[in-house]
């Protein structure tokens, strides 16, 4: 298989086809696609990051959308990536846009993904080494797409530590002693556990949108039980230090946010 053939766009005729690409993506009207050509237009105008994914029939598989975003001059944030089903198209983008964003001494780069989706969460967690960092509640509101359903839009906000190696010591080694689930899942259910251990998983579903459209209460309540656990404990202070067996949060308690007992 070749390698895409990544390369900042600049014209309007390479907007419009991103445009359409990610209606595709989406599963929108092209006129109702995540981000409009003219938007993409100004921000790479304005010396942001527009970037596609060619095949080598020169066809359009990939495209990224990022900008400047605070801490001032340390950081870019990702706001929209997308790729058809295809092996190496997500990877390549991302190297390309950390590349890009070295060049011009950036640190880290954000993004923020849906919890519930879980190859997204092993894409973010396990093969680039990205860590969330806040959970955001409802961040768009409802999106009624093929993606997301017309669920409530959580979103956690991943950083990218440019500067670090990879963080996936935790990809595949043993589970520390003693972790507890807060979340399993029971025959594609939510189960409610405990959330008082030190290192705590948190299941999510096989697949979210299936999900969505052939039992919208059980993609609901996965929805309310991540958020739940992973939003409060994000809340807290505790850390997500993996994703395990491409299906669990592991998060991490430090023993300053663990519980302490009290004289009653």
């Known amino acids: 298989m070749n390698r895409p053939d990544i390369r900042e766009l600049h014209s309007m005729d390479e907007f419009d086809t991103a445009r359409r690409l990610y209606a595709d993506i989406w599963g929108t009207h092209p006129d109702k696609a995540p981000i ?4 993409m237009r100004a921000l790479a105008h304005a010396g942001n990051y527009v970037a596609g994914a060619y095949d080598e029939d020169g066809r359009l598989t990939g495209a990224s959308v990022a900008f400047y975003g605070e801490p001032a001059g340390t950081t870019l944030h990702s706001h929209i990536t997308g790729a058809l089903p295809r092996r190496g198209i997500g990877v390549a983008l991302k190297l390309h846009q950390r590349q890009w964003a070295l060049e011009r001494g950036l640190k880290r780069i954000t993004w923020t993904y849906d919890p519930l989706i879980r190859r997204n969460a092993h894409f973010n967690l396990t093969k ?5 960092e806040e959970y955001l509640r409802s961040f768009y509101g409802a999106m009624d797409d093929a ?3 017309g669920d409530e839009s959580d979103r ?3 950083a990218w530590d440019l500067a670090a190696p990879p963080d996936t010591a935790h990809a595949g080694a043993p589970l520390p002693d003693g972790a507890a689930h807060a979340v399993r899942n029971l025959d ?3 189960e409610l556990g405990t959330t008082d251990a030190e290192f705590i998983l948190i299941d999510v579903p096989d697949d979210i949108e299936a999900l969505r459209r052939t039992d919208p209460a059980a993609a609901h309540a996965w929805r309310l039980a991540v958020r739940h656990t992973l939003g409060e404990l994000l809340d807290g202070g505790a850390r997500v230090i993996g994703f395990h067996d491409r299906r669990s949060y592991l998060v991490h308690r430090t023993s300053a946010h663990l519980p302490t007992g009290s004289d009653q």
């Open 128 to 132: 680039l080494g990205a860590r969330p």
């Open 188 to 190: 594609g259910h939510p």
């Open 36 to 39: 409009s050509a003219e938007i």
């Open 156 to 158: 956690v906000l991943a």
């Open 147 to 149: 993606i997301n359903g």
